[in-house]
């Protein structure tokens, strides 16, 4: 999924990232919809509003580089290149999903396009990219290890130890926050002292950068930049600026109850495919073909993954250990 | 390819990593001073042999050391974590509960974890609570981890070089109070057999043991024999997963069990082996199947206070003159 930085600016690309974010969108609400019409089960986090952040950061990555991910994580796979349809059998519970069923929304693998999985207990996903930066360097494979966590985990201290572990024996990890403004409903301004995230990483030695995470462009542009860096043993950080345009999960409503309306509103403006759309001057009519077929293709993953069987229920005790 | 030698327990288990290491160079090891071999001499040495790249030191972040294990596991490298004492264990509990032990089974197989960690447990001798805690029952209760639990030098040497051909997370717990015990041990590069092991044969009566436990309770059964009472040992070598068909075939042949672990009562290990035992030889006891466990109190400073808080020699004597005079209830 990685592109040419000659590329960067192309209509070409500019479409493709356009269809990227196009395909997590339709994805999360028609993942959603199932959700609240009881076909999916527990709980699930979308990420609407997030795209550009899943989209961009993943268009810098090499296929083998390797990529771990938090709770609201189907734009990760999805923008790793995890197969919409056995996503979707995931979500639902089926054997062929892409954990056969029992992981879930919050616990998706795709060893095969290198998702190494979400993980929902915050921030615990982190020092697991920098063990897989090690492997990388001791084997000289030439792969970078990608992390995504909230603001949520800004103020996990596992995030500082791993951050350190990174740059003392320069690894080649690259920590990517997503910060929406909201752990659940406590404010990342209320939760995090001092100078914020990016400052806390400079003093860690990191290379770190903020990027407006509405802006496809910015993200791609920006992880590119760092990433050949990073793929010499420069851990960097990129703290992307972002919103969820939805609740966290069903639980709560998108505004009215920690986040008023005018919020919402305001972020809607900046919806990252719209943003992308103006910025890059893309024709009504390209959008609405986009989101046509991306439609079209998320029907037919859920219509497919619909027909898939259920795992056998002697699977419950397999891949517990073995050999 | 045999060397009997009378070594250490901390000699057996370097020997079994430098083999391992010499065999398979994905092995790394990491850890707090384990370039140095600090505290207790296990990785003594093993840098200048496989360098630094191989035999890291790590920074005091017991977390983020754990997750860095794993992620690496996940990635073609078999890391040997190395925690001092179980205490510190804790600090990583995050990452060995809900990652180590879960990866495999919610990638739905996909994903391998073959990490070691050495795990220092027991008291090792007013060292004071927060050294000297014994959580063999709180590691067992987690589905994907194996836990071992070797009691001699021999057993230290063939348990990890079992532990370092898995493709799941092991629970390598060394007793620190065998450190310095010595035994003879053969060095070789098979396969080890799974499973518990009658030590001692006795008709009398069965401990059920693991870890320090079973040199106790070889000498409490030498002891005893001078009584008349023939104690059978069953050592365990593993908590996880527990060998439950030796532990019954061993209760049903003596009629009589007496079930041994470090940590507290309530809730401890040894009322899973007392479950065992009494399922497993229902129809066959003679006397009620017995626990001694440590008491509900962390482990004191005190030498004294500290040696009446977990299972010893005496305590276990006189659990075993109990059981084997039981005569019913009245």
Redesign the interface.
């Known amino acids: 999924m990685a592109i040419a930085v000659s590329d960067l600016g192309t209509r070409a690309l500019n479409l493709e990232l356009y269809r990227r974010m196009a395909l997590i969108r339709q994805f999360e609400e028609v993942a959603y919809r199932c959700y609240e019409a009881g076909e999916i089960k527990g709980t699930i986090h979308a990420s609407i509003g997030q795209e550009a952040v899943a989209v961009g950061i993943s268009a810098a990555l090499h296929e083998t580089d390797l990529v771990f991910s938090h709770h609201r994580g189907h734009g990760h796979a999805l923008a790793k290149g995890v197969d919409p349809t056995r996503l979707f059998a995931e979500l639902l519970g089926r054997a062929n999903g892409v954990s056969g069923g029992k992981g879930g929304s919050m616990h998706a693998t795709d060893t095969s396009v290198g998702f190494l999985g979400s993980l929902a207990v915050v921030g615990s996903s982190i020092p697991l990219a920098v063990g897989v930066g090690l492997a990388a360097k001791v084997r000289a494979t030439g792969a970078v290890a990608v992390v995504f966590f909230g603001d949520g985990a800004i103020n996990q201290g596992v995030l500082y130890e791993s951050m350190n572990l990174a740059v003392i024996w320069r690894l080649p990890v690259l920590f990517v926050c997503e910060n929406n403004g909201y752990a659940i409903s406590v404010r990342s301004s209320y939760a995090t002292g001092g100078a914020g995230l990016v400052q806390r990483a400079l003093a860690f030695g990191l290379d770190a950068r903020q990027v407006d995470g509405q802006s496809v462009t910015r993200v791609t542009e920006l992880a590119t930049e760092v990433m050949a860096r990073v793929r010499d043993g420069q851990a960097a950080l990129i703290e992307a600026v972002t919103y969820r345009l939805v609740g966290h999960s069903r639980g709560d409503p998108a505004h009215g109850l920690y986040r008023s309306k005018e919020e919402v509103l305001k972020w809607k403006e900046r919806d990252p495919l719209t943003v992308h759309a103006a910025a890059t001057d893309l024709e009504e009519s390209d959008c609405a073909t986009i989101e046509e077929e991306a439609r079209r293709e998320i029907n037919s993953a859920l219509q497919t993954s619909r027909g898939y069987p259920p795992p056998s229920i002697g699977d419950a005790m397999s891949d517990v250990w073995g050999p | 390819m045999t060397t009997p030698a009378q070594i250490t327990y901390a000699e057996a288990i370097r020997r079994a990593l430098e083999a391992a290491m010499t065999q398979d160079d994905?092995i790394?090891l990491l850890g707090q001073d384990t370039a140095l071999g600090f505290p207790f001499g296990v990785t003594r040495g093993l840098v200048d042999r496989f360098g630094s790249?191989?035999v890291?030191d790590?920074?005091i972040?017991e977390?983020?050391?754990?997750?860095?294990?794993?992620?690496?596991?996940?990635?073609?490298?078999r890391?040997v974590v190395e925690v001092d004492f179980s205490g510190f264990l804790l600090l990583g509990f995050?990452?060995l509960v809900?990652?180590a032990a879960k990866?495999?089974?919610?990638?739905?197989?996909?994903?391998r974890v073959p990490l070691v960690v050495r795990v220092g447990q027991g008291p090792l001798g007013s060292f004071g609570a927060q050294h000297s805690q014994a959580l063999h029952g709180w590691l067992a209760n987690v589905?994907?981890?194996?836990v071992c639990t070797p009691g001699s030098p021999q057993e230290a040497y063939d348990l990890m070089r079992w532990s370092l051909r898995q493709?799941?997370a092991v629970i390598f717990s060394e007793d620190v109070r065998l450190y310095r015990t010595k035994g003879t041990v053969e060095v070789h590069d098979g396969e080890v057999e799974l499973g518990a092991r009658v030590v001692r044969r006795g008709s009398d009566v069965t401990v059920v043991v693991y870890g320090h436990g079973v040199g106790m309770a070889l000498d409490v059964a030498g002891e005893l024999s001078r009584e008349g009472i023939d104690v059978e040992v069953l050592d365990l070598r593993w908590v996880a997963?527990l060998d439950v068909a030796a532990i019954g075939a061993s209760t049903r042949r003596t009629g009589r069990a007496i079930c041994v672990s470090d940590d507290p009562l309530l809730g401890g290990f040894s009322a899973t082996l007392a479950t065992a035992a009494t399922e497993q030889a229902r129809g066959s006891l003679r006397a009620p199947v017995a626990r001694l466990s440590g008491r509900h109190a962390p482990a004191p400073y005190n030498a004294d206070l500290e040696r009446s808080v977990f299972p010893s020699h005496a305590s276990l004597a006189s659990a075993v003159r109990v059981i084997v005079g039981w005569e019913g209830d009245s």
């Open positions: 994905t790394i790249e191989r890291r790590t920074p972040s977390a983020a050391t754990m997750g860095c294990g794993i992620g690496a596991s996940l990635y073609g490298l890391p995050d990452q809900n990652n990866l495999r089974y919610m990638s739905g197989g996909q994903l589905p994907g981890l194996s493709s799941d997963p």
